[in-house]
């Protein structure tokens, strides 16, 4: 089946056999972690559908920083056939840690020790490209803005409102299916639409994070002062939790330590 946007014939052939074929035609809203995983556990063989990822970005990003998979993403993403893709982006941590940190006197208290974490780290974007990888040819296009979408056919299909994100293209294209899956992100638009009243609440947190990459020799040296104080580092997932702030410290694959700093 051929689902390329630019190219109104296919389009058409991609929305109009809809309701005569007995696979389901899915349109998925956004390409990120959520879209793309959504986007592969529904073209395995046993759902029986047809997947469009709509992206408005215009090609897969690196982006974001370190990422916890426990046990139920890494299960999903064997089951997806992905195991060996899997494990070459990320690594094993086999404890979690948490103290209490004590700001005045900079001591450290054990909370909990988990010696049976079943958990890998990884880089967000390897993660988001291995799903990328995984799905068929042609199933997310980018450069694609979701603009609107109703139901139609009382409520059976949907037809979703598409331009390009980008460029001078302003013409609006018609995308029907038979779902409608919305993984446009925190500021979802979809949402808003669907439920009105439901407004985002600033909790008071700020978070700063990153990753440190210390495979150049200079760079050791702090990551090796780093270890001293966190000596489980490469198997444990770290948690430091200070009144009013916590801070995540975790290994990845490639001589890089995910870092986080939450504060209110
Ligand atoms: C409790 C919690 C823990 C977290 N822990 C981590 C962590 O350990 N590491 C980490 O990296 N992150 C973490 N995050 C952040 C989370 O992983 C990221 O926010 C993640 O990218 C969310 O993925 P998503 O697919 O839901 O949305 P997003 O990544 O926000 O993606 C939405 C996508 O939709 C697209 N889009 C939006 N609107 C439209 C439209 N109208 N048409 C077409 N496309 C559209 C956007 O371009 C974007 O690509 C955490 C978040 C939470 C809530």
Known sequence: MEQKLGDDDREEEWSSSSSS?????VIVVGGSIA???????????????????????????????????????CRALQEWGLASALAAISMPLTVEQNRAIDPQSKSARLL????????????????HRILFEALPQGTV?????????????????????????SGDGNEIKEVVGDLFIAADGINSSTRQRLVPSDKRQYCGYCAWRGVFDYSEQAAEEIAAA?????????KCLYFDLAPGSHAVLYELPGKRLNWLWETR
């Open 21 to 25: 074929s007995s696979r389901r035609k």
């Open 35 to 73: 879209g793309l995983s959504c986007a592969k556990a529904l073209v395995q063989p046993q759902c029986q559908c047809d997947v469009l990822v709509l992206e408005r970005a215009s090609a897969l990003t690196a982006a974001g920083a370190g990422l916890g998979l426990d046990i139920h993403a």
């Open 112 to 127: 909990a020790r988990d010696e049976e974490f079943n958990n890998r780290s990884a880089y967000w974007s390897d993660v």
């Open 141 to 165: 296009e980018f450069g694609q803005e979701v603009v609107g979408f109703e139901e139609i056919d009382e409520g059976r299909r949907i037809r979703a409102k598409v331009k390009p994100s």
């Open 226 to 234: 780093v270890r001293k104080a966190y000596a489980d580092l490469g």
